[in-house]
């Protein structure tokens, strides 16, 4: 049984405790000494760890500790730039002896991917227009296996067991609810827009069942799931029929809703079912991140450097304030 998360370590205590591999590589530092470089986990965080000065004989061993290995982990938390660390003395992948729950190791969406499916799929059918129903089916149903696991990125937002399918649903409710004010937005065409924005998701990454991206595939770095899904829906616009304009309409949400060029969108939004995507897709991906970084905050806290939220330290609201304005 795990004995500590990730988020419960403090500096300069010993440990030895199992963790998840995010990352794992041997690298040379500039005094031409080996070290082992690996990025740990569990389900509640991350957190570095180096082994320093490694042999021919540890490179070896240590060459075969993979991305969703779990490993066991003894050596001294520490500090570095203001962040833990872990000085690595021993590490080895677990054995079957270990009798390990992976629920402790698996960062995972707060609900089960059969219900957020469901809820996805079910919104689907709800759709009036029958061309964008048909897509919007269509492409759950050929997905719904790697759906059920695959986050929504390798290391930003959502990147956690069936994230993806913890995004779609988010925005889904929020674009259903941002239609009931503004009653000019064509509802069906924005639910068919943010159920599949990030179908090839699934294509761009390699993940395995426990929801950790290995790696980025060779059509996912040379054209990313924007591009790769305007090919996506080009082939299935012709095998399912589909009118000309509203191919093109789902096209242009698809290469549209990153809204920067230096994002990968080579086009701004054209209409407003395109720009209320995109703001959708923001909304919840930065919310995640304030959320995601704020969990293990006390009340009247400050949360470490964010990254994704351009190196912000981010304040938790005390439970007395939050009461108080209901």
Do not use: C
């Not at 991350?46 to 004989?57: R, Y």
């Not at 407003?272 to 970084?293: C, G, Q, R, W």
Request: glycine share 6%; net charge negative.
């Amino acid at each position: 049984m795990k004995q500590h998360y990730v988020m419960d370590l403090i500096p300069n205590e010993e440990i030895t405790e199992f963790f998840i591999v995010k990352r794992a590589e041997v690298k040379t530092g500039a005094n031409g000494k080996q070290y082992f470089d690996i990025l740990l986990g569990d389900k509640t965080g991350e957190i570095s760890g180096k082994k320093w000065d490694v042999d021919a004989a540890e490179e070896e061993s240590l060459s075969h500790i993979k991305i969703g290995d779990i490993v066991r982990v003894r050596g001294q938390i520490t500090e570095w730039n203001g962040n833990p660390q872990v000085r690595i003395g021993r590490i080895r992948r677990a054995s079957d002896s270990d009798a390990l729950d992976m629920s402790d190791y698996l960062k995972a969406a707060p609900e089960s991917p059969e219900s957020m499916f469901a809820y996805i799929r079910g919104r689907a059918e709800k759709i009036k227009d029958t061309d964008f129903r048909m897509v919007a089916v269509t492409l759950l149903d050929r997905n719904k296996t790697r759906l059920l696991y695959y986050p929504a990125a390798k290391s930003n937002h959502h990147a956690i067991f069936a994230g993806l399918l913890y995004h779609i649903k988010r925005m889904l409710m929020l674009a259903d609810r941002i239609a009931e004010i503004y009653t000019s937005l064509d509802e069906g065409l924005l639910a068919t827009g943010v159920i599949i924005h990030d179908i090839d998701k699934l294509a761009e990454m390699n993940a395995d069942e426990n929801g950790t991206v290995h790696e980025y595939t060779f059509e996912g770095q040379m054209l990313g799931h924007l591009v790769m899904g305007v090919r996506t829906i080009d082939r299935l616009a012709a095998e399912l029929g589909l009118p000309n304009e509203k191919a093109i309409l789902l096209e242009h949400m698809m290469i549209s809703h990153h809204y920067e060029a230096e994002y990968g969108s080579p086009k701004k939004p054209l209409f407003p079912e395109a720009e209320a995507l995109h703001y959708l897709d923001m909304l919840d991906s930065k919310l995640y991140d304030f959320e995601d970084a704020l969990l293990p905050v006390t009340p009247g806290g400050f949360s470490d450097w964010v990254r994704t939220l351009d190196s912000r330290r981010l304040y938790k609201v005390t439970t007395e304030l939050k009461n108080d304005s209901k």
